[in-house]
């Protein structure tokens, strides 16, 4: 595999991964589906070259639940660990992932997301926002979700996960669609700084060590209920320090197309067709869904733009993007979903019928 500095034209999913190993995977299990099973294949090819030393565990359990289970064993002795799913093995895994986040562990899942609900099929969606973003299992916890918009984003974003996942002792979703997932691109796989984090919390299991205990069960209501506030202090510091969007052309743009994900690549093709034209419209992508960017979008709406979501699903950003804006102005919608894409050519017409409405 080449991962050095001369582009590579590589598959999305195929770049997640090599970019996992780049930024020092020790650990990776998961149950293999479709559309996302090139991230284990690859790991798997992977598994025992010289090039990846610190890579020591590759397991392909019997079930999603096993996998989840192996993920927080090996985070609990502070390693990178890292599985990989698509929407309904992720839906498998939240259990576990309630217990990660009251346990404060930190790792890496990817969701490459396929077309539901139920089995749906293999198509893109994005109709896994509200469980990844609102929390799809029991309890109050959050996970830190990152949105790539290209393969190259593929290759960088498990570097910046595992970063946030130690920063603040947090599982971290890296959320794909299955379209992201199949595209090929020429990309360079970036050189990446592997920091060295504080894990005097994780368990050794060696004699003559301090004992660790990391679980999510506490009895005692008060103590519980100490943790609780615990993690929503750290939910605060993360809201405030890690938002992180994309702003493309929206100085003097009266219409903001928001949209996240392999919609953005859409949306940006569009926007620029439109600016071709005439018309003042611009983009912003968010690339942290949670902690979601809803001081800068009511920056926006103070300003006096309209808003237009895109989405991949019937409309779950949407409602982020209509609280941040708070009714200060119109917030308009397009909505696919089943697997289908839409065109910069339908939103052309979706913006049209928008400005006619607003000369009227």
């Given at each position: 595999?080449?991962?050095?500095?001369?582009?590579?034209?590589?598959?999305?999913?195929?770049?997640?991964?090599?970019?996992?190993?780049k930024?020092?995977?020790?650990?990776?299990?998961?149950?293999?589906?479709?559309?996302?099973?090139?991230?284990?294949?690859?790991?798997?090819?992977?598994?025992?070259s010289?090039?990846?030393p610190?890579?020591?565990?590759?397991?392909?359990?019997?079930?999603?639940?096993?996998?989840?289970?192996?993920?927080?064993?090996?985070?609990?002795?502070?390693?990178?660990?890292?599985?990989?799913?698509?929407?309904?093995?992720?839906?498998?895994?939240?259990?576990?992932?309630?217990?990660?986040?009251?346990?404060?562990?930190?790792?890496?899942?990817?969701?490459?997301?396929?077309?539901?609900?139920?089995?749906?099929?293999?198509?893109?969606?994005?109709?896994?926002?509200?469980?990844?973003?609102k929390?799809?299992?029991?309890?109050?916890?959050?996970?830190?979700?990152?949105?790539?918009?290209?393969?190259?984003?593929?290759?960088?974003?498990?570097?910046?996960?595992?970063?946030?996942?130690?920063?603040?002792?947090?599982?971290?979703?890296?959320?794909?669609?299955?379209?992201?997932?199949?595209?090929?691109?020429?990309?360079?796989?970036?050189?990446?700084?592997?920091?060295?984090?504080?894990?005097?919390?994780?368990?050794?299991?060696?004699?003559?060590?301090?004992?660790?205990?990391?679980?999510?069960l506490?009895?005692?209501?008060?103590?519980?209920?100490?943790?609780?506030?615990?993690?929503?202090?750290?939910?605060?510091?993360?809201?405030?320090?890690?938002?992180?969007?994309?702003?493309?052309?929206?100085?003097?743009?009266?219409?903001?197309?928001v949209?996240?994900?392999?919609?953005?690549?859409?949306a940006?093709?569009?926007?620029?067709?439109?600016?071709?034209?005439?018309?003042?419209?611009?983009l912003?992508?968010?690339?942290?869904?949670?902690?979601?960017?809803?001081?800068?979008?009511?920056?926006?709406?103070?300003?006096?733009?309209?808003?237009?979501?895109?989405?991949?699903?019937?409309?779950?950003?949407?409602?982020?993007?209509?609280?941040?804006?708070?009714?200060r102005?119109?917030?308009?919608?397009?909505?696919?979903?089943?697997?289908?894409?839409?065109?910069?050519?339908?939103?052309?017409?979706?913006?049209?019928?928008?400005?006619?409405?607003?000369a009227?």
């Amino acid at each position: 595999m080449v991962t050095g500095e001369k582009p590579v034209y590589i598959k999305g999913n195929d770049a997640i991964a090599i970019g996992a190993l780049k930024a020092g995977l020790n650990a990776y299990f998961a149950y293999p589906i479709t559309p996302s099973s090139e991230i284990p294949e690859t790991l798997a090819r992977e598994f025992g070259s010289e090039e990846w030393p610190e890579f020591k565990s590759f397991v392909q359990a019997s079930s999603e639940l096993e996998a989840m289970s192996m993920v927080i064993g090996a985070a609990s002795g502070g390693v990178r660990a890292m599985t990989a799913t698509s929407s309904p093995g992720f839906s498998l895994k939240q259990e576990a992932l309630s217990y990660a986040t009251a346990m404060e562990l930190p790792m890496l899942i990817v969701n490459i997301q396929r077309a539901g609900p139920g089995l749906g099929n293999l198509g893109p969606e994005q109709g896994d926002y509200n469980q990844s973003t609102k929390g799809g299992g029991h309890g109050n916890y959050r996970l830190i979700v990152i949105a790539p918009n290209s393969v190259q984003e593929m290759a960088s974003f498990p570097a910046w996960g595992f970063d946030l996942a130690f920063t603040y002792r947090n599982p971290v979703l890296i959320l794909g669609d299955a379209f992201a997932g199949q595209l090929k691109e020429d990309i360079v796989f970036p050189k990446v700084d592997r920091k060295q984090y504080d894990t005097n919390w994780a368990t050794t299991g060696s004699k003559g060590t301090q004992r660790h205990i990391l679980s999510s069960l506490e009895l005692d209501y008060s103590k519980l209920n100490a943790h609780i506030q615990h993690l929503e202090a750290k939910y605060d510091s993360i809201t405030k320090k890690e938002v992180k969007f994309e702003e493309h052309l929206l100085n003097d743009a009266e219409l903001v197309i928001v949209a996240y994900g392999i919609s953005a690549r859409i949306a940006k093709q569009y926007v620029n067709m439109a600016r071709k034209a005439g018309l003042k419209v611009g983009l912003f992508r968010p690339m942290t869904l949670w902690p979601f960017p809803e001081n800068a979008i009511r920056r926006l709406a103070d300003q006096g733009k309209r808003f237009l979501v895109v989405e991949l699903s019937t409309g779950q950003m949407l409602q982020d993007v209509r609280l941040a804006v708070g009714g200060r102005t119109q917030v308009y919608f397009v909505g696919i979903a089943g697997g289908l894409l839409p065109t910069p050519r339908e939103l052309q017409k979706t913006v049209d019928d928008i400005m006619r409405k607003v000369a009227a």
